[in-house]
């Protein structure tokens, strides 16, 4: 996914927001502790945080998985509602899974 969204705004293109939900919830998790060899989560949903791509986290999908929405640093929490609202002004949106 982040080489997609470097790909895309290398090319100009625009990145709004990035919305998480169903397992990928797990992103903001405060307790995740890897290991020096696994891919560096945090460094990566930083930096595009730093690019001024909002980061949203489904409020749903978050609770039911055990996320404390209260403190999910970076991640704003949202409504599928809301992701229904920013799809609605997008020209695309691309999903993974």
């Known amino acids: 996914m982040n080489r997609f969204v470097q790909a895309a705004l290398k090319q100009n293109h625009t990145i709004k927001c990035i919305f998480l939900y169903q397992n990928a919830?797990?992103?903001a998790s405060q307790h995740i502790q890897l290991a020096s060899d696994e891919?560096?989560?945090?460094s990566i949903w930083h930096n595009l945080a730093e690019q001024g791509i909002s980061l949203k986290l489904c409020v749903t999908a978050a609770e039911k998985r055990g996320i404390n929405t209260t403190d999910t640093g970076i991640f704003t929490v949202a409504g599928l509602a809301e992701f229904a609202m920013e799809t609605c002004k997008a020209d695309k949106w691309v999903q993974f899974k």
């Open 25 to 27: 919830v797990q992103h």
């Open 39 to 42: 891919l560096p989560l945090n």
